[in-house]
């Protein structure tokens, strides 16, 4: 069984994630690529903005690299944009011998939506933020009744920043941090690749990403890393948990 419910009304997943029945609720009443898909567009049209308002030239191509996305999406992204109403895209020099170029101009309307977007990036990661240390902390409660200690860190930067302060608030400390991609150090502990997993004495590893955690947790699965191991900071969605029951 891949669902329990805890003394407190909390459920904990095989992954190790627990959360209010309510928030449990919430999740799964909204399917998870559609909250990915406003996310990310949401944050694509943030940095768009602010890349426009920071006044300086800029190309289609260079604003692709900024976004990390095709040239092609970008174009797309500009247009909606400009349906909106919150850029206006100019051709400069207007001298036929000149070759086309393209300008980019934040609206009235794209000043007031960048400020809307701002503030809406900021709220969503500051209730991202509290909700994964929370998620973090009642699957962390669990486990420590049970005498776990050996914990790694899968991941780095911000989210292995917050599951390492809610260790320390259970007097805990990493016994490793892992990653795709090592490098160097963390928090005075060295990098490890994650093939290094395979083999590692761990009582429970932290899956330390705000994005869905769906994906890094087939990942580890490849890597046989026990399902019943894995705590993540947000909640797998239905369909995933619903499989693991049937396994």
């Given at each position: ?5 805890g ?9 190790g994630?627990a959360?209010?029945?309510t ?5 799964e009443?909204r399917?998870?690529?559609?909250r990915?898909t406003v996310e990310?567009?949401a944050?694509?049209g ?12 800029l190309?289609?191509?260079?604003l692709?690299?900024r976004l ?16 909106k ?6 051709e400069?020099?207007?001298k036929?011998?000149?070759g ?11 000043i ?10 900021l709220?969503?990661?500051i209730?991202?933020?509290?909700r ?9 409660s ?7 200690k050996r914990?790694v ?9 917050l599951a390492?302060?809610t ?8 016994v ?5 991609e ?5 928090l005075?502990?060295?990098?490890r690749?994650?093939?290094?997993l395979?083999?590692?004495d761990?009582d429970?590893?932290?899956?330390a ?13 490849r ?7 894995i705590l993540?900071?947000r909640?797998?969605?239905?369909s995933v ?7």
């Amino acid at each position: 069984m891949s669902v329990l419910v805890g003394h407190h009304g909390f459920f904990l997943t095989r992954c190790g994630a627990a959360c209010s029945s309510t928030e449990r609720s919430n999740d799964e009443q909204r399917p998870a690529t559609g909250r990915v898909t406003v996310e990310r567009h949401a944050e694509r049209g943030l940095e768009i903005l602010t890349a426009i308002s920071e006044g300086r030239p800029l190309s289609q191509r260079a604003l692709a690299q900024r976004l990390g996305v095709a040239l092609g999406l970008t174009n797309l992204l500009l247009k909606r944009l400009a349906r909106k109403g919150s850029i206006k895209i100019v051709e400069f020099p207007k001298k036929p011998a000149a070759g086309k170029r393209l300008r980019y101009l934040l609206t009235p309307k794209g000043i007031a939506e960048k400020s809307r977007l701002t503030y809406d990036h900021l709220a969503y990661s500051i209730h991202l933020y509290q909700r994964s240390r929370q998620t973090l902390r009642e699957s962390l409660s669990q486990l420590f009744r049970t005498g776990v200690k050996r914990i790694v860190l899968y991941g780095t930067g911000e989210p292995a920043e917050l599951a390492y302060l809610t260790l320390k608030e259970f007097g805990l400390e990493p016994v490793g941090v892992f990653s795709r991609e090592p490098n160097g150090h963390f928090l005075g502990f060295p990098v490890r690749p994650v093939a290094e997993l395979v083999g590692e004495d761990f009582d429970g590893l932290i899956l330390a990403a705000f994005d869905r955690p769906e994906q890094h947790v087939a990942e580890l699965a490849r890597l046989n890393v026990p399902r019943d191991k894995i705590l993540t900071l947000r909640q797998l969605t239905a369909s995933v948990v619903a499989a693991e029951d049937v396994q």
